[in-house]
Structures are given as C-alpha cells and as structure tokens.
C-alpha cells in the first residue's frame, strides 16, 4: 500500500471538517506549462465569509477544466473572478493575482467590458436580453465592430446560432423576442450570444443544468469543437459531464481547492480522501 492509501486508510473514520482542518496545500497538478489563465493566492470574501481561501489554479491554452464540488464551496464565486463578474457585487472583495496571457486581469488600465469580451461567461439560469433573437446575438458583434456589414453580421448570426444547436429550431422567426423561447431554448441562445464575440476563454456555469438531454448532448459537442480554438472552465454538478468534456478537474471544498489533476485520475484514481467521499456520493 502507498503512502497516500494508508493516510487515506487512516483517515476513513474522521469527518470532512477535521480531515479539512489539516489540508494545507493543494494536491495533484494545479499548475500548466501554457496556461491561458493563471491564478494564485486567491481570496474572496463575501463582507465576513471567506468565500474562496488561498486558490491557485492555472487553465492551460485549447484544455476544458471542470470545476467541481459540493453546493457553496465557492466553484462559482472563484468562476466569476476570472472575468471581474464579481466587481458586481457591493460586499465582494477579491485578493491574488489574475494572468490571461501576460495581462493582468484586475489592473486598473483593463476594461471590465472588453475583458469580458475576451473572457465570456454563460449563466447556469439563462439570461436573454429582453430583445429579438437576431438582437440578443448581434449585440456584442455590434458594439464591439466585429462585422463591417449587414451580410457580414447575418452570417455570424446564423454561424453562432448554429453552432449553438439552435439555428434550426429559430431560423423562420429571428425577430421573435429571445425571452419567449423555451429554458432550453434560451440557454443555447446565450451561448451562441457568447460565442458570436469570439471570446479566448469561455467560462460556463452550469450550462446544462436546464436543458434536455438532446440540448445537452448539443452542448457538449460545442465544447468539445470550442476547445480547438478557446480555453473553457466549466462548473458542472455532473461527474458524467465533466468525465465527458473535461481533460482536467479540479475539486474544491468549503472554499479551498482540494485536489486538481487529468479528468479520468480524480474519478478513478482521487489522491485525497475529500475528493474520494465526493465522487463516490460518501459525502456529508
Ligand atoms: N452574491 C453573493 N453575496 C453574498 N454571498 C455570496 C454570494 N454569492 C455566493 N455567496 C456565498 O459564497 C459561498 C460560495 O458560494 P458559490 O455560489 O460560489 O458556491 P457554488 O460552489 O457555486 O455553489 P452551487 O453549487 O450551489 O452553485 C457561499 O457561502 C455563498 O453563500
Ligand atoms: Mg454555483
């Protein structure tokens, strides 16, 4: 028996707060040799609660990383920090060091807007903009110059929508309001919003959480052809999914980030004994 087995062994009988108690550093390989984004000594507090503690964590260039956890261990909070999203929020404070390529994430000279542009975000409850389909797409081409044409803009329309797995379903009634599509219907129109601007990173917060699971399959799909040319963090409650998506995983727990490491090794072969409770439904 190894090491680690016979701590993990020796363990078996503590709680989760005590065996948390002791974890000081994360385990696994948190670090990448081409990070797109890398994130060290992370905190955030929420006013008095310490939301996210001491997290650093690297996103490689073309990987999908998955964030996994219990509900409130911070996957969206620390999600949120990698395109300012949380500069939102009156009571959020937000500490350590943010990189995308060699720019700093949080320096004064960065524009929230066009960061956000560069870095998008899909929300896990679907959030149109309360205008036509065609419009909630051609939005950010728009403002941010993509297109020089009527054809040009029509075209990139159609692309995101199809790429998205919604064109079809939507293409006879483009000026129809985007708010009166079904749930998942809606969300596969935020993603195709998001993906119209060409992000590098696209960060998805439990994307599927609402759709069916033909939409689901679809998304997936897009995940898998997305990461040819982007970076993709996506939050997931859905050990299936993220085995599915994912080339790593990263575990966190009541704000500390556990164990990170290749996809297919934290679900067969987890190192610490949080992660192990997690993902064999042992937990609590
Ligand atoms: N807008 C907010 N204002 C105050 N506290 C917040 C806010 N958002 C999150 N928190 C707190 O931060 C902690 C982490 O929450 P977060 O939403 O990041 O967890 P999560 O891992 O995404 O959970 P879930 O799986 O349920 O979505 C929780 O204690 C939560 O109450
Ligand atoms: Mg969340």
Redesign the pocket.
Known sequence: MNTQALQNNLMKDKSNEAILAEHSKTIGQPFCDNPKISTRDVNVY??E?H?IQDVSLDMGQNEVIALI??????????LRCLNRMNDT?D??RVSGKFIIDDIDIYAKSQDPVLLRARVGMVF?KPNPFPKSIYDNVAYGPKIHGLTSNKAELDDLVEESLSKAGLFNEVKDRLGDSGTGLSGGQQQRLCIARTIAVQPEVILM??PASALDPIATAKVEELINELRKNYTIVI?T?SMQQAARVSQRTAY?HL?KLIEVGETKQIFTNPLHELTERYITGRFG
């Open positions: 929420y006013a609660n939301a956890g219990p509900s409130g261990c911070g996957k969206s909070t620390y929020i009571s959020c896990q917060d439990e939050v409650h966190f704000g």
